[in-house]
């Protein structure tokens, strides 16, 4: 049936052939290779995107670090008489992890206990195992541990005891299987029994994590990323690197080794966005840079790590570092590219090898600074690159211009195109009619300069930064049809990358992004399968796809490129009807002497243009893909706002 319907949507009708609109495509005549970082994603620690989200962990404020110590934790009692609980803070003797909490109980007790509400509420899984962890250090010997997994109406549904064992700090673990699910249920430690304990880095994680790694990252969370095969995973920000102060910017060394000696900050989007505070949100980075590079590698991803420049986010404070005290940040990432790809008898490259991963992770590229501009970026720029071009000249520099096309943008543009940078990151949060405006924005620009990066983009349905943004068809078809004109244009445009890439769907700061999730679903947007399939059919090198001789950039609503896949001997055609109606266009392969060619058509359309993904309605944007035969000279039928990629063998 399937395969009636598809070569009744394509095939060579003769008559409505000399009625539509041709797009000749020249399949011997090979324009540019494509690079296979041409479509990449970008994770930033936005929206909860890392604890609670990819950091697998339950437990939100294990370390007690959180500004408010106790904050995600309540007591079973409805008062604790004072000093029986006290937050202690050991500053000079431990900066990287100064707090912990000390239980000190005199009478005997089976009633006092710690409830973590997890974030939002756990989301709790008949018979997964769960590995609950701590540090703990028993002053006083006579208490015991009863940790339970309670459901939402507060009944335990996995019970285990734990006996500290030592009066030295020591991390000590026990498993609970529980035998029923709960969507919001929380843990409680009980304490029983009497005597004087101290507690700290209190985890919980599923054993189904991704590849059953132990305290590793949510399984569905990583497939969603996996399934776009991306060339590359820019990491960790955004405004993160930058932070609002100096003091809050992100400094991947205290993101590696023992989790208790990973700093603890609070997350620039914590009080980032004044209509959306999210007081709890923290980076305790169980997601930090081992983790980033050791995804990368299991994706088949190239790193792309960007590094603060010595300036904190420009709309926030604008700190920068005089240029005096800029080495440290120089260092910085000189240490990451040893760490990355240093030999293991190096400094760093030893480091990684002691973290168990002696084979270096192959990183090309590194970003210097987010969204920073002025003098004072390029001043900082220059420091950077001298620096790291000396002892690294393989190394690709990514460069910052901004953050939009304003007049700021061109000065950066123009400065940096007379350093001759490498590379130029442009961001872009634009509407969709600027998105489908510029399908044709860089087929015009400087071969011969800096290669583009678009390090951001993503189109914004009712307004640039609304929080009424949603991830629309008619968004996701503007990105596609603005795709279009990167595919056409990657001699320059080497690298892309969506953002922002995952947003809890209860505690979210910026909207729209590439893929929402809560605690048990991973939900995708249009937008999602818009990247997925220009990834998943990249292809090697660019051929001309021309009407009239001229590239498809908007006549009669429709954007259109073309590749073809050395490999696999295959055309892939992408073809975008932004209108309301259905286009007939004919596919003319003069080259091409096979008369009928076979292969697949994936159309991603939707109900209406304004119709999006839903945890409730997960598919009703989503591509549909069916086996074509088509002649070489023969028509394919668009159906109104849709995305069509055409895979054929030639
Ligand atoms: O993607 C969200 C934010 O947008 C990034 O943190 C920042 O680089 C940009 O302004």
Redesign the pocket.
């Known amino acids: 049936m399937l395969r009636i319907a598809a070569i009744l949507l394509i095939s060579c009708y003769t008559l409505q052939a000399q009625e539509s609109i041709t797009y000749v495509i020249n399949t011997t005549t090979v324009k540019t290779a494509i690079q296979p970082s041409l479509w990449g994603i970008?994770f930033?620690d936005?929206n909860r995107g890392a604890d609670g989200g990819l950091n697998a962990d339950l437990i939100k404020n294990g370390s007690f670090e959180f500004n408010t110590p106790l904050m995600g934790w309540k007591t079973t009692a409805r008062r604790i008489p004072d000093g029986v609980a006290i937050i202690v803070n050991r500053q000079q003797e431990n900066p990287n992890n100064p707090k912990y909490l000390q239980l000190d109980i005199p009478r005997s007790t089976d009633t006092l206990g710690l409830v973590n509400e997890g974030f939002g509420g756990m989301v709790i899984k008949k018979e997964v195992r769960y590995d609950f962890s701590l540090l703990v250090r028993q002053q006083q010997p006579g208490i015991q541990l009863r940790i339970e997994l309670l459901n939402a109406a507060g009944k335990p549904i996995a019970t285990a005891r734990l006996q500290p064992a030592t009066s030295s700090w020591q991390e000590q673990s026990v498993s609970l299987t529980p035998t029923d699910t709960a969507r919001k249920g929380r843990l409680v430690i009980w304490f029983e029994g009497s005597g004087k304990l101290d507690l700290d880095m209190i985890s919980c994680y599923p054993s189904d994590t991704w590849k059953g790694r132990p305290k590793g990252l949510r399984a569905d969370m990583v497939q969603a990323l996996a399934d776009i095969k991306p060339g590359f995973i820019r990491f960790p920000?955004?405004?993160?690197v930058e932070g609002t102060d100096l003091n809050e910017r992100y400094q991947w060394k205290q993101t590696i080794g023992p989790r208790v000696e990973r700093k603890l900050i609070i997350n620039?989007w914590n009080h980032g966005v004044a209509a959306r505070p999210t007081p709890d949100y923290y980076q305790s980075f169980g997601l930090g840079f081992l983790e980033y590079f050791q995804l990368c590698e299991d994706i088949g991803a190239t790193p792309m790590p960007i590094i603060n420049c010595g300036m904190s986010c420009q709309?926030n404070t604008a700190e920068v570092v005089p240029m005096d005290q800029l080495n440290p940040y120089i260092q910085d990432a000189l240490d990451l590219i040893e760490f990355a790809n240093g030999n293991v008898n190096t400094p760093w490259g030893k480091k990684r090898a002691e973290l168990g991963h002696p084979a270096p992770f192959n990183m090309k590229w590194l970003g210097v600074g987010?969204?920073n501009w002025g003098p004072q970026y390029i001043e900082r720029l220059q420091a950077f690159t001298k620096a790291i071009k000396q002892r690294y000249p393989d190394i690709q520099l990514i460069t910052s211009t901004g953050?939009s096309p304003n007049p700021q943008f061109k000065y950066m543009d123009s400065v940096l195109r007379k350093l001759n940078v490498d590379i130029i990151d442009e961001?872009y949060?634009q509407t969709p009619n600027w998105f489908l405006m510029n399908a044709g924005k860089y087929d015009n620009y400087d071969r011969k300069g800096p290669k583009i990066f678009l390090?951001?983009y993503?189109c914004h349905s009712v307004r640039i930064g609304s929080q009424d943004n949603r991830n629309t068809l008619l968004c996701a078809l503007s990105e596609a049809a603005f795709m279009t004109g990167l595919e056409r244009n990657a001699d320059i445009v080497t690298m892309s990358a969506y953002?922002?890439l995952f947003a809890h769907t209860d505690a979210w700061q910026?909207t729209p992004n590439l893929i929402w999730f809560d605690n048990s679903r991973v939900l995708a947007t249009p937008s999602y399968y818009v990247q997925q399939l220009f990834s998943r059919n990249r292809g090697t090198h660019v051929v001309p796809l021309l009407q009239e001789g001229m590239a498809v950039t908007g006549q009669d609503s429709c954007y259109a490129s073309a590749v073809i896949d050395t490999t696999t001997k295959e055309l892939i055609v992408k073809l975008i009807n932004a209108s309301g109606e259905t286009k007939q266009r004919t596919i003319d392969l003069p080259q091409v002497k096979k008369k009928k060619l076979t292969g697949t058509l994936a159309v991603l359309k939707g109900p209406a243009p304004n119709a999006i993904n839903t945890l409730g309605q997960p598919e009703a944007v989503t591509p549909a893909v069916t086996t074509v035969e088509i002649k070489n000279k023969g028509v394919i039928t668009l159906t109104p706002y849709s995305v069509n990629v055409l895979r054929i063998k030639i």
Not at 237 to 240: A, K, N, P, R, V
């Open positions: 970008f930033e936005i920000g955004g405004c993160i620039k709309f987010n969204e953050y961001h949060y390090g951001e993503a953002a922002p910026w």
